[in-house]
Structure formats: C-alpha cells, structure tokens
T-cell receptor, first 114, second 115 residues
Framework: DVKVTQSSRYLVKRTGEKVFLECVQD?????MFWYRQDPGLGLRLIYF???????EKGDIPEGYSVSREKKERFSLILESASTNQTSMYLC?????????????FGPGTRLTVT | AQSVTQLDSQVPVFEEAPVELRCNYS??????LFWYVQYPNQGLQLLLK??????LVESINGFEAEFNKSQTSFHLRKPSVHISDTAEYFC?????????????FGAGTRLFVKA
C-alpha cells in the first residue's frame, strides 16, 4: 500500500517561531509537492520538487522555503511563522514527467499559529 | 492559463438520492481531469480520472464523471448516495506547460448526506 506520511497531524506554534513540516513517501516518486488548504480556496501549491535538491516555486511561496536532501523526504519550512499561515498543509507525491499521473497525498498537518 | 471552477461550495442531499457535483475548467491545451475525495481528517485520495478514450469514467464505489469537451466540464454524479459519501470533493485539471506540467485544483464541494 502506497504511503505518504507527515510528521504531525496537529501543530501549535507561536508567531515568529521557525516551523518544520516533514513529509516522507515510500513510493520512490521523483515529484513531491506542498500545498496549503483553506476553506473556499481549495489547494494552493506552495513549492514542488522534481528531484533531490531541486525545487520550484508554486503559486504562493512567500514566507516558505523547502528542503529535499533525500528522494523520499520533502520538508516545508516556515522561517518566521505568522498568524496568516494558520492552515492545513498537505504533502503529495507523484511519478515524474506526465501530466496524467495522479498525486498521492498525506493526511495533512493542521498548523495553528498564535 | 488553466483554471477550475466548482460551481457549488456545499451540496446537502438525502441518503439514496442522486447527486451531481459540477466542475468546469478552462485550458488552452489538452487536459487530464481528476476527481479527488477528502474524508474528514484525512488527505485527498483519487476517486477517478479521465485521460483519454471513453468520456465516461467510473469509480469502484459507484461515482461516475463525464468529460464534455464542448462544454469544458467534468461533472461528478452518483445515482444513489450513502451517508459514508459525506466528504469534500475536489476537481483537478492537469496539463502540459512550458516547465513540464501543472495541476490546478478547484475550491472543493462539500457533500453532506443526510439520513
């Protein structure tokens, strides 16, 4: 059974803290994605990576960075958390190169910044 | 540029009634179309997809969607819903672009199935 796991289901952080969200997939997928999900806005792409140490900005990269040191792991970093980053964060992975390939999602991390 | 519009943010329906969740898209190139489902407190999972061939695609739990190129739509239907179908449903469009490919998700439709 394919698996994408995320390090935390729920996280509460204070404004200004540095926050790490970890994602691991066991499917040997080249592509990995970070989305945030907000009511009425659907999923918005923050960053994606198509290979180790490679990354591309998505639609809303401001305030975020990512790291991909190993193929199976993709980390999202909030350098200085702010209240407007309170959201559900979803990680996904997929096979490379084809628009026809579906994405496999983790269970999500609900982050609250106070 | 691609875009996806899910026309209903919430759809309440009684158990065993039929349901249609609407999705329209815009794209200047050929697309692949997906419906994902998100059950409470879970991530998204693929429900069905259209890649090519027959315009009617089906899922294993009774949902179906029809690709209509002229109307640029990919509406999701089920003839008789169950309580367990209560979830949020996302339509997604994927297409090639200059950098590789891009997938756009709609805003989601919450389906509430009432007893």
């Amino acid at each position: 059974d394919v698996k994408v796991t995320q390090s935390s289901r729920y996280l509460v952080k204070r404004t200004g803290e540095k926050v790490f969200l970890e994602c691991v997939q066991d499917m040997d997928h080249e592509n990995m994605f970070w989305y945030r999900q907000d009511p009425g806005l659907g999923l918005r792409l923050i960053y994606f990576s198509y290979d180790v140490k490679m990354k591309e900005k998505g639609d809303i990269p401001e305030g975020y960075s990512v790291s991909r040191e190993k193929k199976e792991r993709f980390s999202l970093i909030l350098e200085s958390a702010s209240t407007n980053q309170t959201s559900m964060y979803l990680c996904a992975s997929s096979l490379p190169g084809q628009a026809s390939y579906e994405q496999y999602f983790g269970p999500g991390t609900r982050l609250t910044v106070t | 540029a691609q875009s996806v519009t899910q026309l209903d943010s919430q759809v309440p329906v009684f158990e065993e009634a039929p349901v249609e969740l609407r999705c329209n898209y815009s794209s200047s190139v050929s697309v692949y179309l997906f419906w994902y489902v998100q059950y409470p407190n879970q991530g998204l999972q693929l429900l069905l997809k259209y890649l090519s061939g027959s315009t009617l695609v089906e899922s294993i739990n009774g949902f179906e969607a029809e690709f209509n190129k002229s109307q640029t739509s990919f509406h999701l239907r089920k003839p008789s819903v169950h309580i367990s179908d209560t979830a949020e449903y996302f339509c997604a469009v994927s297409a090639r672009n200059t950098g590789g490919f891009k997938t756009i998700f709609g805003a989601g439709t919450r389906l509430f199935v009432k007893a």
